[in-house]
Nanobody, 121 residues
Framework: QVQLVESGGGSVQAGGSLRLSCAASGYTYFRYCMGWFRQAPGKEREFVSRITSDGSTSYADSVKGRFTISRDNAKNTLYLQMDSLAPEDTAMYYC???????????????WGQGTQVSVSS
């Protein structure tokens, strides 16, 4: 059974940094596409970033240049380094895993329980 457990969320002031982690278990982690989504109150869940099994990355335009996704296959852990945080980054952040990066976030995607990030101005 796939399990994804996020950690590292918290409250910071604008301009600050946070590093999210996602510990994965129950599947062949290193083969999976991994990534992050977020959902702000009253809004739909949105794509943030993803990383393929071979390390190729992609980002939403809103976070490009500020967030960095990485993975440690030896530790079965996914990371999201978030710098220059802004109030609009406030959301629940969810770790996601799927056997393929195709239609990532859609059917067949596994989700963590989320970790809250709050950025004050």
């Amino acid at each position: 059974q796939v399990q994804l457990v996020e950690s590292g969320g918290g409250s910071v002031q604008a301009g600050g940094s946070l590093r999210l982690s996602c510990a994965a278990s129950g599947y062949t982690y290193f083969r999976y596409c991994m990534g992050w989504f977020r959902q702000a109150p009253g809004k739909e869940r949105e794509f943030v970033s993803r990383i393929t099994s071979d390390g190729s990355t992609s980002y939403a335009d809103s976070v490009k240049g500020r967030f960095t996704i990485s993975r440690d296959n030896a530790k079965n852990t996914l990371y999201l380094q978030m710098d220059s945080l802004a109030p609009e980054d406030t959301a629940m952040y969810y770790c996601a895993a799927k056997a393929t990066c195709r239609l990532f976030g859609g059917r067949g995607t596994y989700w963590g329980q989320g970790t809250q990030v709050s950025v004050s101005s």
